[in-house]
């Protein structure tokens, strides 16, 4: 069992859980995600790692309450125990060699965008962040991106907070005012990882975006997680999560991604009807 | 007086039509007049070829005796002698081409139904016998055993037989690789699996469950950190193939294993499990094997209309006999002749359709069987919501990527010599990792080889 050491909201619904995993702590890098179960009905939900801590043993994942395992999750507090927790999975991130970059992070993507960006950031190169969020009142981490960017972007879809706008519109004023990236990042909902890649493909520049497709195990055993990238099947668990942006086929990964947005839908709800006649 | 019938007791069993609708184990075991009177069949023949036709050489006849006098825990003992997981090899051993292939019985009428009455034995010990057995004195030696499947459970209880100190870790949340993940619980249900997996824990072995070597652990980490002088890789061939046809990723095609996982796994079936199942109408699983006919009952059990598309023909499925039979009786359609070139998707990506095209016997092969040859221009369109792809796995590259000095071939199994070893000294392997996708009883066989080596080397 991994038990919960910390657990903040960040937001009232995008919330930290610091979790007692000290074998994944020990291995993690930046890029990488871990999947976990909270309790013995529950599904194997892969998300990528926030932050870890070699010497306490922990790692830390955030998280947007948006559906049934989210909600359950958020439902444990500190000292409660997750069921699984298994890791670290997939590749880590390559950071060396590059001199100047701009990390693009959207909504609770921006959990995962920080610690790739600060990996960059430590490797010596000039960072830029882009990061977008629906509105103010779901915008995490400024401060630490703004630690560890020379230039930080923020946008709300709504204007409520930063620029109003997408997150591709700042990139591409970014690029037009003659920045000369080495490579683009991009973390966040599909779409707007497809859109940023749609954006930077006509100057060349090379993006790398972070996939989370469905998937089970995620050590390459169940094919859920498999992409057309550049033509090829790859499967995200391990020949990713990092892939050029500018080969996936994006309207098929979108459209894999939506496939039990059904059943997802109606868990949720029996989730929450479940929570609150409990709470009644 | 030996029973001279020709034919072997038959196995109860659930009515098709109702078990085609639940996940109950489909047969329902020898009760003791059966098992009495089927091991009377027996003509304890003095050479035993049945005993060369068993990968960890049961000594059958001896068994059969027992049950035939009724001592049913003396049997079974005989049986834990040489095999370790009996419940399941009863189950799911091919018995028809090993021991019972060789069956003097067999000449003239049906072979001893060596199989049932092993399960027999096996659940009538698993029902019957309550002494745990008492845990050997620590040798002081530490072993680690990668994977929990047959040949990794295996290994594991033969060394900690003998005092070892072992972890098995096992990459998923639970305990038993392929006998949890991969065959159905109305095959094998998993109580069973899960009593092997305590016995283990009896006898002093550790599971390290949510485990990755590979990724959380190295297996040089396993050796230089944490002390182990000695490791067995049982990793299993978990990587699923895909044909390489046009519209392979589109929603609806599943390899066999995330069907599957879903299913045995997951439970994804069950309204309490957060795991999501497609509940399609019209299925096409793509394959003859084992894992093929499971993919088919299950999907059976799901509701769907079923059929399994094989581009040769029904002599040449290389699923046991039994398990065609069951599908054919639970109502699974059997297209044989038939190979895809194509899935069909609707203008959401959903699949629509599989385009097949028909196929002839040709020459026989380099396996002995006639190969299919396409008939040109026979393409035609099968309507399905669903394509389940069943054409074998490979070994998982993960533990080979992350060990230096572990030399595999070219199909990716991991190289071993005869007693088990690989190219990295105290390193050993077994199982479906080294032969590629193969039986649970030679994997078993695998387990039991590379404890005695490991044993021979530590004790030294």
């Known amino acids: 069992m991994f038990r919960i050491v910390r657990k903040e909201a960040l937001k009232p619904t995008v919330v930290l859980f610091e979790v007692e995993a000290p074998m994944i702590a020990k291995k993690a890098q930046p890029g990488q995600f871990i999947i976990l179960r909270v309790d013995e009905n529950g599904e194997r939900v892969p998300l990528t790692i926030h932050d870890y801590d070699r010497e306490k043993g922990t790692v830390s994942i955030i998280v947007q309450i948006v559906g049934a395992t989210t909600e359950k999750l958020n439902r444990l507090n500190e000292g409660d125990c997750l069921q699984d927790f298994v890791g670290p999975l997939g590749k880590a991130t390559e950071t060396e060699g590059k001199k100047k970059v701009c990390v693009v992070g959207g909504g609770v993507g921006c959990a995962i965008a920080y610690p790739v960006l600060k990996k960059f950031h430590d490797d010596g190169a000039e960072v830029h962040a882009v990061i977008g969020f629906k509105s103010a009142d779901l915008v995490i981490l400024e401060d630490k991106f703004k630690a560890a960017s020379s230039i930080l972007e923020i946008c709300t879809d709504d204007g409520s907070y930063g620029r109003k706008g997408l997150v591709t519109d700042a990139l591409k004023e970014l690029i037009e005012a003659g920045n000369q990236y080495d490579e683009i990042f991009a973390i966040g909902p599909m779409i707007m990882m497809k859109f940023v890649s749609k954006t930077t493909e006509p100057y060349g520049i090379p993006t790398t975006v972070s996939m989370s497709p469905i998937m089970i195990d995620g050590t390459g055993m169940c094919g859920g997680c498999r992409l057309s990238v550049g033509g090829e099947t790859k499967f995200a668990c391990v020949d990713g999560p990092d892939f050029d942006g500018h080969k996936v086929d994006w309207d098929l990964a979108v459209k894999r991604s939506r496939m039990y947005s059904d059943f997802e839908k109606h868990k949720h709800e029996e989730t929450c009807n479940l929570f609150s006649k409990e709470a009644e | ?460």
């Open chain 2, 1 to 460: 007086m030996p029973n001279m019938s020709l034919k072997k007791n038959p196995m109860p069993a659930q009515d098709p039509n109702v078990r085609n609708k639940n996940y109950e184990e489909v047969t329902l075991g020898y009760t003791e007049e059966m098992a009495l009177d089927e091991a009377k069949r027996c003509l304890n023949c003095k050479n035993k070829p049945c005993v060369g036709g068993c990968p960890v050489m049961i000594h059958i006849p001896e068994f059969i005796a027992e049950v035939a006098n009724g001592n049913f825990e003396a049997a079974y003992q005989i049986i834990a002698k040489t095999s370790s997981l009996p419940a399941v090899c009863g189950r799911v051993c091919p018995q028809e081409s090993q021991c019972e292939k060789y069956c003097v019985r067999g000449i003239k009428g049906e072979p001893v139904g060596i199989g049932r009455l092993e399960r027999f034995v096996a659940d009538w010990h698993n029902n019957n016998a309550c002494d745990a057995p008492p845990r050997p004195a620590p040798n002081g030696h530490k072993v680690a055993v990668i994977g929990s499947g047959p040949a990794g459970l295996t290994c594991a209880g033969d060394l900690a037989k003998k005092g070892y100190d072992v972890t098995v870790f096992e990459a998923l949340h639970l305990a038993g690789g392929v006998l949890v993940y991969g065959i159905p619980e109305f095959r094998l249900p998993k109580a069973i699996v899960q009593k092997e997996v305590d016995g283990l824990k009896a006898l002093g072995v550790t599971v390290a469950t949510d485990t990755v070597v590979g990724r959380t652990i190295s297996i040089d980490e396993l050796m230089e950190e944490e002390g182990f002088e000695a490791v067995f890789i049982g990793s299993g061939a978990g990587l699923p193939m895909f044909m390489s046809i046009p519209g392979i990723n589109y929603k609806g095609v599943f390899s066999a294993n995330e069907f599957l996982t879903r299913i045995n796994l997951m439970k994804a079936y069950l309204p309490d499990s957060d795991t999501p199942i497609i509940h399609p109408k019209k299925v096409a699983v793509v394959g003859g094997g084992n894992v093929a006919m499971d993919a088919a009952r299950c999907s059976k059990r799901l509701g769907a209309e079923v059929h399994i598309v094989y581009r040769r023909g029904m002599e040449e499925l290389p699923a046991r006999h039994e398990e065609v039979e069951h599908a054919e009786e639970e109502g699974v359609i059997f297209n044989t002749l038939n190979n895809p070139v194509e899935i069909l998707a609707d203008e959401d990506d959903n699949v629509r359709a599989i385009r097949c095209i028909k196929m002839e016997l040709g020459e026989p092969d380099a396996s002995g069987r006639r190969s299919p040859v396409e008939i040109a221009g026979s393409e035609f369109d099968m309507e399905v919501d669903c394509v389940i792809m069943a054409l074998g796995t490979s070994p998982n590259p993960l533990i080979k990527s992350t060990t230096e000095g572990l030399e595999v071939n070219r199909k990716g199994c991991i190289v071993v010599n005869e007693e088990g070893l690989t190219s990295r000294p105290s390193v050993y392997a077994g199982g479906d990792a080294v032969t590629g996708a193969a039986t649970v009883i030679l994997a078993m066989g695998a387990g039991k080889t590379a404890a005695k080596a490991i044993d021979e080397q530590l004790s030294k």
